[in-house]
C-alpha cells in the first residue's frame, strides 16, 4: 500500500492543523493505521493509532485530549485532527499501515508501511 501524508505547515501555538494520509494500493480497511512523529534528534515515536475498523484508538500521552485520530475507509484516507497545538508538536510526522492484526500498534518496528512525512511547525 502506497501512502501520502499531507496537511503539515507553519502555526501558532494554541492552533488547531488536520494531517491527512491517503493510501492506494491494497485493501487499506484491512490495515491499522499509525501516526507516528520524530523531533530533530529524537527517535520517532507513535502518536496516536486507530483499528482497521474505527472502532478502537490509541494516543501517547502527550497528545491524549488534544488529537483525534479518524478514518474514512471509503476514501481510503486516515485523519490526525490537532488541536491546542504546542511548540513541542513540533515534528515530521508519519502515517504508517499495520497488516498484522496482533501487531503492537505502539511500536513502529510493526507497521508494514510508511508513508513520506509532513512537517508540523508550532510556533511559540
Known amino acids: 500500500v502506497q501512502l501520502q501524508a499531507s496537511g503539515g505547515g507553519l502555526v501558532q501555538t494554541g492552533d488547531s492543523l488536520r494531517l491527512s494520509c491517503a493510501a492506494s494500493?491494497?485493501?487499506?480497511?484491512?490495515?491499522?493505521m499509525g501516526w507516528f512523529r520524530q523531533a530533530p534528534g529524537k527517535e520517532r515515536e507513535v502518536v496516536a493509532s486507530?483499528?482497521?475498523?474505527?472502532?478502537?484508538?490509541f494516543y501517547a500521552d502527550s497528545v491524549k485530549g488534544r488529537f483525534t485520530v479518524s478514518r474514512d475507509n471509503a476514501e481510503n484516507t486516515v485523519y490526525l485532527q490537532m488541536s491546542s497545538l504546542r511548540p513541542e508538536d513540533t515534528a515530521v510526522y508519519y502515517c504508517?499501515?499495520?497488516?498484522?492484526?496482533?501487531?503492537?500498534?505502539?511500536?513502529?518496528?510493526?507497521?508494514?508501511?510508511w508513508g513520506q512525512g509532513t512537517q508540523v511547525t508550532v510556533s511559540s
Open positions: 486507530i483499528s482497521w475498523s474505527g472502532g478502537s484508538t
Open positions: 504508517a499501515a499495520l497488516g498484522d492484526p496482533d501487531g503492537d500498534y505502539r511500536l513502529r518496528a510493526s507497521y508494514d508501511y
Open positions: 494500493g491494497r485493501t487499506f480497511s484491512r490495515f491499522a
